[in-house]
Each structure stands twice: as structure tokens, then as C-alpha cells.
């Protein structure tokens, strides 16, 4: 009884034990395409060209690593435009899906839920386009407080997006999941919603269950998620068995929220090759590429393409 106590109230905090075997032992690594979903080209990693990762240098940071689409976000939404103008990523076949997001400075972090400004900013974008076509989606942005899912702007982005079919990516708890969907015109029955972290703050499992259950175009970001890997980097039982319950609700994403995840690109994807190798092959390849590529009406890249 002590026992089971302890094991839930650890798996519970995020920690994966390892107590059921999850994967052979030598499970080969994933070798498909990649859709990084969840990828920021931020003002300080291009910086008019001038910084550390133009687009020459993160077009070759993906396609090293195999990422044939992205979606891209940028504070401000300048990055977003400079990869979809990009003729590194044309040449490289990397598909960029364009998102609006939120934040024209760090400023707007802590106040873009509440600030009309944003809105008007966001119509502006949406109606401009990108030249990659259409903008696809709104975000990431952040809810510190999941109250904050009340606040005017984000209501008003949320009926937006579902309006317009448009889908939303955001840095949430679970509790501000319920909210924001509730702020939807279908009550969260047609709204996209792509969780960033899945709950970085460590959400149960039985809780993220709980909430894929409940709104049917909810898709979980795997990029920071805690309980997700054990030592060694292979996934752990509880999320293996979550994914085979809601095979086309997973993606994965980069989060070059700072350079140094750019730097640190190559070890990101071959953490991922890692943990995907443990599923059945028709799951790693859904989570890698198919159900991002199937939100956004991409097809498989050819082999060896």
C-alpha cells in the first residue's frame, strides 16, 4: 500500500520510474521525416540578419536533422515573415506554416490578454499574410495565470481563431485549457488548441487524459514535458501508453526560445529519434510528421527527398 502510495505521488510530480519495460532493449532510433511544431525565430536569433542563426544557418540546422516542415513564430512577427521569404528554406523543402504571435516585445508577455492593441495587431498580420502563404494559426503565448484565460483580448482570440479555423498554440496550465476553451463559440468541440509542453508544469497523466478526452481537437506539444523520458532518453510506460490510446494527438517541437536552443538544435532531434524509436513505427511516424502534417494539409515528403 506504501508502496503504490509513493509511485503515484511520484509519477504524479513528473518522474518516470521505469518500472514497466516499455521498449526492447536496443530499440532502433526514428529515421523519418520530422514536423517541428513549436519552432521561434526570435529578434535576437536573426537580428536583421546579423545574428547568430540567419536563415542560411537555421535552414541547415533543420535539414541536417531531418525537419521538413515547421511552424514559425516570432516576437516580433518579423522572424516569421524572414522564414517564409526565405529562399534557404525553398531550396531545403522545408515547409513553413506561419503563426501569429502575440508579442511585438517582452513587454507583451505579461499583458497581451488584456491589451486591444494586440488584436488589432493580430487582424493586421492575419490580413497581410505571409509568403508562405495564409497564417495558419495564433501564438504561442503564455498564460502565467490561468485566470488571465478571462481576460478580454483572449477571448476575443479565442472566438478568432475558431471562427476562422485558425489554430491556437499555447503555454498554459490545465486549468487555463478548460477556460480558454469554454471561450469558444463550440464550448472547446471545434476549436485546435495545440498544448505547448503538454503542461510544462507537470500536468498528470490521467489529467492530460482527462482533457484529450474532452475536447476533440486538443494536440499535445512534447518539447520540455516533464515524466515524458527516463534515463537514457527512452520514453517512459505511462507516456507510451497515452500515445497508443490517442495515436494522431502528439507532436513534437524544438522551442528555440532562446539561442541556446538553437545551438543545442542537433541534441534536441536526436533526443526526440531517441524516445520515438521506443513506439511501433506507424505511431513514431505519426507523432514525428503525420498529425502535424495532417492539421495542416501537408503530404509525406518523398524518400529521399
Keep these: 500500500m506504501v508502496r503504490s502510495a509513493l509511485v503515484s505521488l511520484l509519477l504524479g510530480a513528473g518522474f518516470c520510474l521505469g518500472l514497466v519495460p516499455a521498449h526492447p532493449a536496443m530499440a532502433a532510433d526514428y529515421t523519418g521525416p520530422i514536423f517541428d511544431a513549436h ?16 536563415p542560411a544557418e537555421a535552414v541547415t540546422r533543420m535539414q541536417r536533422n531531418g525537419v521538413r516542415a515547421i511552424i514559425a513564430n516570432s516576437r516580433p512577427n518579423t522572424g516569421t515573415h524572414t522564414l517564409a521569404e526565405s529562399k534557404e528554406a525553398g531550396r531545403a523543402g522545408i515547409t513553413v506554416v506561419p503563426f501569429v504571435r502575440v508579442y511585438r516585445n517582452r513587454a507583451d508577455y505579461t499583458n497581451w490578454f ?25 501564438g504561442e503565448f503564455h498564460l502565467y495565470e490561468s485566470a488571465n484565460a478571462r481576460g478580454p483580448v483572449a477571448r476575443k482570440l479565442v472566438e478568432l481563431a475558431e471562427r476562422n479555423n485558425l489554430a491556437l498554440l499555447a503555454h498554459v496550465d490545465d486549468d487555463a485549457i478548460d477556460l480558454l476553451m469554454a471561450a469558444s463559440p463550440s464550448g472547446g468541440q471545434k476549436l485546435r488548441l495545440i498544448w505547448a509542453h503538454t503542461g510544462i508544469g507537470g500536468a498528470p497523466v490521467a489529467r492530460v487524459r482527462e482533457l484529450l478526452e474532452r475536447y476533440p481537437l486538443l494536440v499535445g506539444e512534447l518539447s520540455y514535458r516533464p515524466g515524458l523520458t527516463s534515463e537514457g532518453g527512452r520514453l517512459c510506460p505511462e507516456w507510451r501508453k497515452l500515445m497508443e490510446r490517442f495515436p494522431t494527438r502528439f507532436v513534437i517541437g524544438s522551442d528555440t526560445w532562446v539561442n541556446q536552443r538553437w545551438d543545442s538544435y542537433d541534441d534536441i532531434m536526436r533526443g526526440y529519434r531517441t524516445w520515438l524509436g521506443d513506439l511501433p513505427p506507424e505511431l513514431a511516424q505519426r507523432v514525428a510528421w503525420g498529425n ?9 515528403p518523398a524518400p529521399g527527398s
Design 39 to 54: 519552432l521561434h525565430y526570435n529578434e535576437e536569433a536573426w537580428n536583421g540578419r546579423a545574428g547568430p542563426y540567419p
Design 292 to 300: 502535424a502534417a495532417a492539421i495542416f494539409g501537408l503530404k509525406a
Design 114 to 138: 488584456r491589451d486591444e492593441s494586440i488584436y488589432e495587431m493580430v487582424r493586421s498580420e492575419l490580413s497581410r499574410g505571409s509568403a508562405s502563404g495564409p497564417f495558419r494559426g495564433i
